[in-house]
């Protein structure tokens, strides 16, 4: 079993940047490139994806604190049930978007309030 989810997280590495990241203007790696419909029958589910795709949104929410840290007061790690949950929303309302697009619009989100 722990051969298989070495192996999958490894394909899920190679998976080549989406369009929607295109658009953005970066370029994203691993399960930051899952489209939004996936995401929400992976956490439907659990599992091993649905576990990568969560430690994919943490580590692009890290990234964030660690090159805004000047900028505005670190996200904290309380809120990541919420950070969860607003993904969830908006991949329900966006099926069709990427993991990374969301998360990039979850940012947004967090840095108005």
Not at 50 to 63: H, N, P, Q, T
Not at 74 to 102: G, M, N, Q, R
Request: net charge negative.
């Amino acid at each position: 079993m722990k051969a298989w989810i070495t192996v999958a997280a490894a394909a899920l590495l190679l998976v080549p940047a989406s369009a929607s990241a295109e658009r953005m203007g970066i370029t994203i790696y691993g399960p930051g490139t899952t489209e939004c419909h996936l995401w929400t029958g992976d956490q439907g589910v659990g599992g091993g994806a649905a576990y990568m795709e969560k430690i994919w949104v943490l580590g692009f929410l890290s990234a964030y604190n660690n090159y805004m840290v000047h900028e505005r007061p670190s996200l904290s790690t309380e809120d990541t049930p919420f950070f969860f949950k607003w993904i969830s929303d908006y991949c329900a309302d966006h099926p069709s978007e990427t993991l990374a697009v969301a998360t990039a619009k979850l940012v947004e989100h967090l840095k108005n309030e």
